[in-house]
């Protein structure tokens, strides 16, 4: 167990509709960090929270939203969901911003149908 | 922004010997390069890092080296293991954010 703990482990939804993921870091760590893995790609940076403020975006679409709340949770918004959004959801947490290693959770592995 | 560039994309070893990853990175201040695991299906493991300050990191079988005026580390496994087998990551941090390379998926054949 990383201490990183997201949820659901598996979502299956159909095509249109709105699912929202849930993070919750490490404890003492207040950076919260999301990532998408398509098959058998690599990990595509989405957004970067740090004690509930947006700190950075990456390959956002506009059909995801995230938030970080004061208990320091994440959770990752996904809207009008296509096909190609199917992947694997990582959250990852560290200490503070920059130079730390991150602490992934074990990912929710959406599948659009 | 940063790019993360990782080569090669597979890599096949026979057990005991080394594989070696590359990577390079575009943003001359980047100062901070983990190096992740990634099992199938699974998360991606912090497996070593290094610093800028640094030229070379070593732990047990796994070293990393930085070369700062080429930009550009690798990631050197010695004597492989069937359980070394996995796709490894490099990653460089681009200001507060971590950009992943494409990763590269190794195979340790018995």
């Known amino acids: 167990d990383s201490g990183v703990t997201q949820t659901p482990k598996h979502l299956i939804t159909a095509t249109g509709q709105r699912v929202t993921l849930r993070c919750s870091p490490r404890s003492g760590d207040l950076s919260v960090y999301w990532y998408q893995q398509s098959l058998d790609q690599g990990l595509q940076f989405l957004i970067h929270y740090y004690n509930g403020e947006e700190r950075a975006k990456g390959n956002i679409l506009e059909r995801f939203s995230a938030q970080q709340f004061p208990d320091l949770h994440s959770e990752l918004n996904l809207s009008s969901l296509e096909l190609g959004d199917s992947a694997l959801y990582f959250c990852a947490s560290s200490v503070e911003e920059g130079n730390y290693g991150y602490t992934f959770g074990s990912g929710t592995r959406l599948t659009v149908v | 922004g940063e790019n993360v560039e990782q080569h090669p994309s597979t890599l096949s070893v026979q057990e005991g010997d080394s594989a070696v990853i590359k990577c390079t990175y575009s943003?001359?201040?980047?100062?901070?390069f983990p190096w992740y695991k990634q099992e199938l299906g699974k998360r991606p493991q912090l497996i070593i890092d290094i610093r800028s300050n640094v030229g070379e990191k070593k732990d047990q079988r796994i070293a990393v080296t930085l070369n700062k005026t080429a930009k550009h580390f690798s990631l050197h496994i010695t004597e492989t293991q069937p359980e070394d087998s996995a796709v490894y990551f490099c990653?460089?941090?681009?200001?507060?954010?971590?950009?992943f390379g494409t990763g590269t998926r190794l195979q340790v054949f018995p």
């Open positions: 943003d001359s201040a980047s100062n901070y």
């Open positions: 990653a460089a941090i681009n200001t507060d954010k971590l950009i």
